[in-house]
C-alpha cells in the first residue's frame, strides 16, 4: 500500500513538473511575445519582474522532475527485483533496468534531455525567461526540449504497453499530454500573468494586455475540443465498453477525472462569455483582473486534482 501511495506521488508529480516545463515556455511563446512583446519591443524591461517569477518556477519545475523521475526509477527498480521498499537496490539490478528494458532507456534519455534543459535554462539571462529577452533563440531551444521531455512520458503509460493499433493510441496520448499543458496547466503562468497585468500603475500596454488574454482565451477554446476528443480515444483505448466504464476501478477513476474536467470547462465557459467580455469593457479597472483571476487560480486548483488522479490511474490495470 505505502509503494502504491509513491508511486502516485511521484507520477503525479513527475507529470506535474513534465506539464509546467512546456507549458511556461509556450506560453511566453504563443501569447507573450506575438501580442505584449511586438507591441512595446523597446521596453522589455517592463515585463522583468514577470519574467524573474516564471523563472523560479521552471526551476522549481526541475527540481521536481529530477527527484521524482529519481523516485520513480527508484520504485520500478525495487519492484522488479523483488526487494523490500526502504532498501537500496543492488547495482545489478539498477543495471538491469537501466539497460535492458525499455522503461530504462526512457529514462535514460529523458535524464539526458533534462541536463540540456539546465543547461539552457542556466544560460539564459537573469530576469529574462528565455522568449522575454531579445533572442528567442534559447527559448525555441528550451521550449523543443521541453516538448521532447514532455511527449516522451507516453512512452511510460498504458498506451505504450497496448497490443492492438498502438501507434495511434500512442499519437493520441501524445497529443493529449501536449495540450493538457497548454490547458489547463497553462492556466498557471495566465494567473500570474493577470495579477501583473491587473496591477495599478502598471506600465504593461493595456491593449497588449487584453490581446493576450483574447489571444489565451480563444486558443484554450481550441484545445479543449481537441482534449476532449483526444480523451475519448484513450478511453476507447484503455476502457474499450461503457459496461466497463462503470462497472471497473479504472473506469471509476476515469469518470472522476471526467468530472473534474467538465468542471474546470464549466469554469473556462464562465471566464470566457462573462468575466473576459467584463474585463473588455472595462481594462482600467483593476478589481476586473482580480476576478478574473480568481476563476482562473480555481481552474488550476481543479487541474492539480486531474493531475493527482492521472498519478492512480497509472497503478491501476485498464479493462483493455
Not at 504563443?30 to 524591461?45: G, K, N, Q
Not at 495579477?195 to 500603475?201: E, F, S
Request: proline share 4%; hydrophobic share 60%.
Amino acid at each position: 500500500m505505502t509503494m502504491t501511495v509513491l508511486f502516485v506521488l511521484a507520477r503525479s508529480g513527475h507529470f506535474a513538473a513534465a506539464l509546467l516545463l512546456f507549458a511556461l515556455p509556450f506560453f511566453v511563446a504563443w501569447i507573450m511575445r506575438p501580442t505584449l512583446i511586438r507591441a512595446a519591443p523597446e521596453t522589455p524591461r517592463i515585463y522583468e519582474a514577470y519574467g524573474r517569477v516564471l523563472m523560479k518556477w521552471f526551476w522549481a519545475a526541475l527540481l521536481i522532475e529530477a527527484l521524482s523521475g529519481a523516485a520513480w526509477f527508484w520504485l520500478v527498480t525495487l519492484q522488479m527485483s523483488g526487494d523490500p521498499l526502504w532498501s537500496l537496490p543492488a547495482s545489478d539490478d539498477l543495471q538491469t533496468v537501466l539497460w535492458q528494458t525499455q522503461f530504462g532507456q526512457l529514462w535514460l534519455g529523458r535524464a539526458v534531455a533534462l541536463v540540456v534543459l539546465c543547461i539552457l535554462t542556466a544560460l539564459a539571462s537573469r530576469g529574462s525567461f528565455f522568449f522575454l529577452g531579445k533572442g528567442p533563440l534559447l527559448g525555441g531551444l528550451a521550449l523543443a526540449v521541453s516538448g521532447t521531455l514532455l511527449a516522451s512520458l507516453a512512452w511510460a503509460g498504458h498506451a505504450a504497453a497496448g497490443i492492438n493499433s498502438r501507434t495511434t493510441h500512442l499519437l493520441a496520448d501524445t497529443l493529449h499530454l501536449a495540450l493538457g499543458a497548454v490547458w489547463p496547466v497553462g492556466l498557471a503562468p495566465f494567473a500570474l500573468f493577470l495579477r501583473y497585468a491587473g496591477r495599478a500603475g502598471q506600465a504593461w500596454p493595456v491593449m497588449a494586455v487584453l490581446a493576450a488574454v483574447r489571444r489565451f482565451s480563444e486558443t484554450s477554446f481550441v484545445v479543449v475540443l481537441v482534449l476532449v476528443a483526444t480523451g475519448f480515444v484513450n478511453g476507447w483505448f484503455l476502457v474499450g465498453s461503457w459496461a466497463a466504464l462503470f462497472s471497473t476501478l479504472y473506469g471509476w477513476w476515469l469518470l472522476a477525472k471526467i468530472a473534474v474536467t467538465a468542471m474546470m470547462i464549466g469554469l473556462g465557459a464562465w471566464n470566457r462569455w462573462s468575466k473576459l467580455p467584463a474585463l473588455l469593457a472595462a481594462p482600467e479597472d483593476s478589481t476586473r483582473y482580480l476576478s478574473l483571476r480568481r476563476n482562473v487560480i480555481a481552474e488550476t486548483m481543479l487541474a492539480g486534482i486531474v493531475l493527482l488522479i492521472v498519478g492512480i490511474m497509472g497503478m491501476t490495470a485498464p479493462p483493455q
